[in-house]
């Protein structure tokens, strides 16, 4: 087994989705290429997945966010009128999946829309008040302050 030493991407890394693609990237097999997906920056703290997942109905689709982590898994209903028919070539494919995405303490799924065979998921980057950068005034140099101790033999 082959082990990868991230310390060079981790050196020259800024922000969590840099490092989170480098490593999903560093680590991703041939066969994980199903179903395919695009990742957009659509505004300021705004982001879209669109997943390709033709011939899935929305009842086959789950959206499921939890711990920072959106799994989004396909499941074919038995019993279609898919298994009804006598297919000659079958480029669809139509087969079970489960496609995980790590999310950053700040991302939040805000929505999804099934349109045209494309799944779309709505995220929105919350950054809370307090993790937000703030400007700090330089002012004059402060004079330090001595505090004296009180002795404990002294007080009794």
């Known amino acids: 087994m082959r082990t990868f030493d991230f310390a060079p991407l981790l050196r020259t890394s800024i922000g969590f989705e840099n490092l989170n693609r480098l490593v999903d990237f560093a680590t991703r097999g041939e066969g994980d290429a199903y179903p395919p997906y695009n990742i957009e920056k659509v505004g300021e703290d705004a982001y879209r997945i669109s997943m390709a997942t ?8 789950e959206i499921t966010a939890q711990d920072n982590v959106l799994i989004v898994t396909g ?12 297919f000659l070539h079958r480029g669809i494919a139509k087969r079970a999946f489960e496609r995980r995405f790590q999310l950053a303490d700040t991302i939040k799924v805000t929505g999804a829309a099934y349109n045209d065979g494309l799944l779309d998921i709505q995220l929105v980057r919350e950054v809370p008040e307090h993790k937000k950068p703030r400007n700090i005034a330089i002012g004059s140099a402060v004079e330090p302050q001595t505090i004296e101790a009180v002795n404990d033999r002294q007080a009794a």
Do not use: H, I, M, V
């Not at 033709?54 to 689709?61: H, I, K, T, V, Y």
């Not at 499941?75 to 006598?86: F, H, M, S, Y």
């Open 54 to 61: 033709a011939g899935f109905s929305r009842s086959e689709l």
């Open 75 to 86: 499941r074919a209903q038995e019993g279609t009128e898919a298994d009804k028919r006598e």
